[in-house]
């Protein structure tokens, strides 16, 4: 008998790893022959720990699981007060297009030879009857933009690498996903790890780079044992060797390290600050060598475009966002967890259709899109379609494509606050308006919500002053947060000084 | 507790170790906490010796990263998330309720020397908040009661 449960994260925080020993053990007392395969999780949260048991050739979903309802797995299925039916025919399932996410939760993660069963290598092994040249135009004719949040062209990027000059040049993968409501990183390398290193190996063949690192943050401890792991069943393989190899280095709990300058110094053993652009780490990136930063969804994105074609990926999408994205969807939310689909649904859809709104019941008030540093939508921008530029040209961006649910009992000047108050906290100190300026934002906030409403103009002309003139992101792009909040929830900002008081 | 001599000797298998990484110093760090439970002071010269950079480089990049301690947490560490998932699950009242329960705020360590309590910002874990770290152990939808319960059972 064949029971899968996650490893994943989402499964272990809600109990999996006790479920997972009840199945072994109640397995061991009716003399049940048990093979309990660890897979990564379908991005159902609301449903872990969610077993999977094959009926029929099919596989069948039991969850959310409770150590009452371990016996019950060995009984009659059907009856099983925890039966979900077959699990590709979830409605959540059904309506996404799973390219990148295809395998995870599908297969044992540990098992290449799984992998390959489902499709895996395929890509690798074309890229390797192909040039450099070649391979990059594949990437670059798919329209992959970087998954991180920046949006830069993957293939242009190679490009640069590609025809740069150097002995040593590097693949870094950016797995220092920090962002909030943002854990497709996370589920992709605890549920897939494969598929990352065959994108790493591809990326190495195409930039002539024969070493890779991947920076995973230390707050993620089932990714890096997962992927270590799977670093040497590749390496055993062969998949890894001296053409191509890989390490695995682990974050120190530093936000800004996400930021691919920092996240080089970080690497190369130094604190995590900021470095000016250029040179581009294309050029002078890990020890001042040729690299290749690219984020995990980005990289993870590959393997399936040089398997089916750029066309194939290319197809999906709208506008200049092509190909799928795995949202992720979080907060006060009723449904929450991973969903991969073409670029173009709209906010609306993804809100009330799919994540049908907030578990509270109440009415959402707010989404933040694009992690920390993303803007605050309200409903009424919730016919925005999801896109890079769809979401720019609404004072937004999409960022790493979590969402955040808020329900309405939410105060928009305290999110505000919090805004300013993380960027002071993760501050890598190296430029001023992001140093200095975060600070500044908390009392500015602390003023407004005394009544004090002549702070309004310093707070504007604050935020302008950190979006132009910060090194990075982190400092040039909290000012989404806050203007949004301000923009877009006013009454949340107009407190009467008798009512603070 | 290792005595000096010990300590030394156990930092330098560790610089060994690692010298012949490229960019070895995070490895080293987390390696060294990993043993001792922090970065003692008195690594210091050794690593930058080991590393042929200064001393204030090496504590540079030790006071730059939160991960890394200068001295023993307590003999539990509880992180609690305090990113904006959570924050919209409500996890501000679970954070408030743990203080509350150990007379402790963020970064503090209960006098009894039992329990640390800290903010982590975000565990990959948005979609089943609020979240944190029990001992490296992952939970998710905790409330002000569940928190509660956690504890008594961390602290007994």
């Known amino acids: 008998m064949r029971i899968w449960l996650p490893l994943d994260s989402f499964a272990q925080a809600m109990g999996g790893e006790e479920v997972a020993a009840a199945i072994v053990v109640e397995a061991k007392a009716r003399g049940v022959q048990l093979q309990l395969t660890r897979n990564g999780s379908r991005g159902m949260a609301w449903l872990e720990p969610l077993a999977e048991i094959e009926v029929g050739g099919v596989r069948h979903g039991f969850g959310p699981m409770t150590l009452a309802d371990v016996s019950g797995l060995f009984g009659d299925l059907a009856a099983h007060p925890k039966a979900l039916g077959p699990v590709e025919e979830l409605d959540w399932m059904k309506g996404q297009t799973r390219l990148t996410f295809a395998r995870v939760g599908v297969i044992d993660p540990l098992s290449l030879e799984e992998y390959r069963a489902h499709g895996g290598l395929v890509g690798l092994d074309r890229a390797k009857a192909m040039t450099k040249a070649q391979i990059v135009a594949e990437v670059t004719d798919s329209g992959l933009r970087g998954r991180g949040g920046a949006g830069f062209p993957t293939g242009i990027k190679w490009k640069t690498v590609s025809e740069a000059a150097g002995e040593q040049k590097y693949i870094v993968c950016n797995a220092d996903e920090g962002d909030s409501a943002t854990f497709a990183d996370r589920m992709l390398m605890e549920g897939d790890p494969f598929t990352l290193i065959e994108g790493m190996a591809i990326a190495g063949l195409a930039c002539g780079a024969t070493k890779g690192y991947v920076y995973i943050r230390s707050e993620y401890p089932v990714a890096i044992r997962v992927m270590n792991d799977a670093v040497l069943v590749a390496r055993e393989a062969g998949v890894l060797g001296p053409q191509f190899d890989m390490e695995i280095r682990v974050g120190a709990g530093a936000y800004v390290c996400g930021e691919e300058t920092a996240l080089l110094n970080s690497l190369e053993g130094k604190r995590g600050v900021v470095r000016a652009k250029p040179p581009l780490p294309a050029l002078q990136g890990f020890m001042g060598r040729p690299t290749v930063v690219n984020n995990v969804i980005s990289l993870a994105s590959v393997p399936v475009i040089m398997a089916k074609g750029a066309a194939h990926y290319k197809d999906f999408g709208l506008g200049r966002s092509r190909g799928t994205i795995p949202l992720q969807i979080a907060g006060n939310v009723k449904f929450g967890g991973l969903y991969e689909c073409a670029f173009g649904l709209t906010l609306g859809e993804i809100v009330d259709k799919i994540a049908g709104g907030c578990f509270t019941g109440r009415p959402v008030k707010a989404v933040q899109v694009g992690g920390p540093l993303g803007a605050y939508f309200p409903r009424a921008l919730f016919d925005t379609p999801f896109g890079y530029e769809e979401f720019a040209a609404k004072d937004g961006l999409i960022g790493h494509a979590g969402l955040t649910l808020f329900d309405d009992s939410t105060d928009m000047l305290a999110m505000a606050r919090f805004a300013m108050e993380f960027c002071a906290i993760e501050s890598c100190g190296k430029c001023t308006p992001c140093r200095i300026g975060s600070t500044r934002g908390v009392e500015t906030l602390d003023r407004l919500a005394r009544g004090d409403a002549s702070a309004m103009p310093i707070l504007t002309d604050l935020c302008n002053t950190m979006k132009l003139g910060s090194l990075c992101a982190l400092g040039g792009f909290t000012p989404y947060p806050v203007m949004s909040a301000i923009t877009h929830f006013p009454d949340d900002f107009a407190r009467s000084k008798e009512a603070a008081e | ?156």
């Open chain 2, 1 to 156: 507790m290792l005595d000096s001599d010990a300590q030394t000797d156990r930092i330098a298998e560790i610089l060994d170790a690692h010298l012949g990484l490229e960019g070895p110093l995070l490895p080293i760090l987390h390696a060294i906490q990993h043993a001792f439970g922090y970065v003692p002071d008195s690594a210091i010269p050794q690593i930058a010796a080991a590393l042929t950079i200064s001393k204030a480089e090496v504590h540079g990049v030790i006071s730059f990263y939160h991960d890394f301690r200068d001295k023993p947490a307590g003999r539990h560490v509880i992180k609690i998330c305090r990113a904006e998932a959570c924050q919209a699950a409500f996890g501000n009242s679970v954070a408030d309720r743990a203080k509350q329960k150990l007379g402790i705020d963020w970064h503090e360590t209960t006098p009894d020397g039992a329990v640390t309590l800290e903010p982590v910002f975000c565990l990959g874990l948005c979609a089943c908040g609020p979240a944190a770290m029990i001992d490296g152990k992952l939970v998710g939808m905790l409330t002000p009661k569940s928190v509660e319960k956690l504890i008594d059972e961390v602290v007994k």
